[in-house]
């Protein structure tokens, strides 16, 4: 009986692991001729990487050598391209006129990368990474001393690419349009964790970098031009930006094709003796990029072509990243969904970060940094369905713990664990160690036990842990942690504990911090981040930027929020003071842009009530051109300088109380704050300006200016508390910023100064400000320095610069939709 | 508490590319019904809602987002993106309604709440 014969276009990963499934079933089955169209045996794609690091060799990633094709009796047409295929006479057509017949036939084509249409594209020394012609390309570029590689794509294989090209002692940049690196695998934590370690190991991310030109000399690239106007210099460019499926063929041959070819759950496109398996495929309008799922495709392929039922459901993806030492892990909803919750656990001593996606009680995800290692068993509960509540408790710390406790309450299990069980990794300190000196020396709180023995000392991780051990040992009578409040439900740390760490640990962005400090949610919560935000721009003047997402809308668009959504604008008028022509300035605006009301606010100033948030550059525009800016009163931060007449015109005055409300205003304008600021300065005694209720306020007297701290007439009425009085204009001056910079640097935030002044005391602010005549020198240059970056017009920025121009227009108008009847 | 329900245009309407939106953050689309707050979350998702919160018509649009959350600017009830029912100690006091929106290519999509007579 002759075989029926059976033919494979592909001989990549898809065609060779369909025939060996094939093979395992039925060996006798099919006479097989495979066609490839690189020019030799088939290889392992994914395994690439390892060897544009140098890491593998060409030969270590072979997966079946010559003598399979021909122990198999199977013909390889190796680097012969074919031209068409045949349906109605069922053959195969290749270059040099080649036929041959089949009864069956599989197309597995793969897919090719995607090249984007950029200029220069087509200059020497660009390449994509998916071949190992492109892998001998990056290696020869690699050979010239001090060469330098771009690459385009943050995605997993053009972090690869890249970590490749750093092993072959490149200097690597990766250019990613995203501000997260995998971002279709990592949520933001993971990202910047990953960017770090990357960077360890000789790979500079540039993200949210839109490419806008390759650029070259004498046909051979130089360089990647940005639409910042960044040139970055380059001697090879990496095109690594994803793939598409390879479906040209089948297209030209008359098959039914969407984005690939079009499969159903047994593989057959839409000719019954053809079949179709791997990246060329779509499958249930899916299509897939990654090595697990054609394993799948491949296996129910075989099924089918021998007797059985293939029976494919589509896959469940999974992700890891091929760089040494840099353990990532990502399946499912990693980034969770509508009703998922978020299980999160950082170590930030090791470098750790998971999160498992519990939806309806079930793994639906998970994304490991640093630890990856139980990657395998989340997937496989994930793939299962398998119910976790019962161990939803430890689920985060892994697989061994969790098996380990399974059964027990973990109280019970604690209580059953043997004294030689480690506790704390950190330190070294098993449970006897921690039990015993409960014992011996009478502790009864987390403290005390960590003061003793050291454990949860370090990392924290143990932290709960050791919570139950002391419970535990003591029953009722452990004394649960007691202590400063948390700055919010994200994290156990106080505002305190964040702030110092930020200095001594010098963590330099959002997700630093919270990797740092252990926070358990991944981007933190409406109360901690523009808390954070705050934190950073204070401690790094200059230096940090800005998160706009992280301010309250007030802060973000420079203007009050009011009950129906409109905003309203209030222009500086330093010291109280203003002109007939910025009065006709502010006129004009009201008439022009029919604002609804305007009103003299408690600060000595005019607001414009009712402004619609799309009038606002251009009402700031206007403003500005009359010589005004913004009068920061959304801010936290200084707002008013409220003043009296003083000895300029009142027969009381005794200094001149508005000269110095101009200067403090105008050197003080623009400073971030933790709460609101107001400062007042009254020229006598009898106070017209009411400084003693504000955050910091002056009264003058014949023989210089009483400083006083600490009052408010908002949710409470307080009082200010005489803090000195100083001689001369400048020393007010001085003083007062040193005092405002030491509540900008000790306050929490939204802590108004006299909140802050009742809990660390009017002693305190005394010895540092008044009495250490140094400290208030280095408070004041710190205040002067920081100063140098905040005074920027935020109105100026985006009425004539454009900055953040979507901010204040629909980003869509759709048309009027049809009334419903 | 009235709950007000929409019918929705079954067309997608193109409204821009997924980075018009800031990273956590939120654009407004303007429609006959009023505006969308369409939100892109911190993992990169993106979730639209009629622009008011349920409470007194907050502009959702103008809060900060969180996780899959937004906290109303105006008396900081957070918002749950995916089902626009408010979360923590004001859950279940009304919603905002949800309206359809899908990535494609880069480019979000939305569907169009029309207006009902």
Redesign the interface.
Known sequence: MTKEKLVVIGNGMAGCRAVEEILKRDPERYEIAIFGAEPRVNYNRIMLSPVLAGEKTFDDIVINDEAWYRDNGITLHAGRWVTGVDLEARKVIAEGGLEVAYDKLILATGSDPFRLPLPGADLSGVVTFRDLDDVDAMIAASAKPGARAVVIGGGLLGLEAAYGLARRGMAATVVHLMDVLMERQLDESAGYLLREALLERGVETVLGAHSEAIVGEDGQVTGLKLKDGRTLPCDILVMAVGIRPNAALAKASGLQVNRGVIVDDAMRTSDPAVFSVGECVEHRGNCYGLVAPIWDMCRALAEELTDGEGAYQGSVLSTRLKVSGVDVFSAGKFAGGEGCEDIVFRDAARGVYKRVVIEDGRVAGAVLFGDAADGGWYFDLMKAGTDVAEIRDTIIFGQAITEGLSGLDPSAAVAAMPDTQEICGCNGVCKGAITSAITAQGLTTLDDVRAVTKASASCGSCTPLVEQVIRATLGDGFKAQTGPKPMCKCTSHPHGAVREAILAQDLKSMPAVMQAMEWTTPDGCASCRPALNYYLLCAWPGEYVDDSQSRFINERVHANIQKDGTYSVVPRMWGGMTTPDELRAIADVADKYAIPAVKVTGGQRIDLLGVQKDDLPAVWADLNAAGMVSGHAYAKGLRTVKTCVGSEWCRFGTQDSTGLGIKLEKFMWGSWAPAKVKLAVSGCPRNCAESTCKDIGVICVDSGYEIHVGGAAGLHIQGTQLLTKVATEEEAIQLISAVMQMYREGGWYLERIYKWMARIGLETIHAATVEDLDNRAALFARFVKSQETAQVDPWAERASKGVEAGEFKPMATLPMGMAAE | MTIQTF?I?PAW????AV???????S???????G?VA?FR?????VFALVDRCPH????LS???????GV?C??H?W?IDL??GHPTGADAGKGCTPVVPVRVQDGR?L?A??????
Do not use: N, W
């Open positions: 019918d245009d309407h193109d409204v821009g980075t018009d939106i800031p990273e956590r953050g654009r407004r689309v303007a429609t006959a019904q505006d369409v979350t911190g993992d990169g998702r007194k018509h907050g502009p103008q809060g900060i987002v969180h996780g899959h906290t600017p105006l900081s957070v995916a089902t979000v939305l169009q709440p029309v207006v009902a007579d």
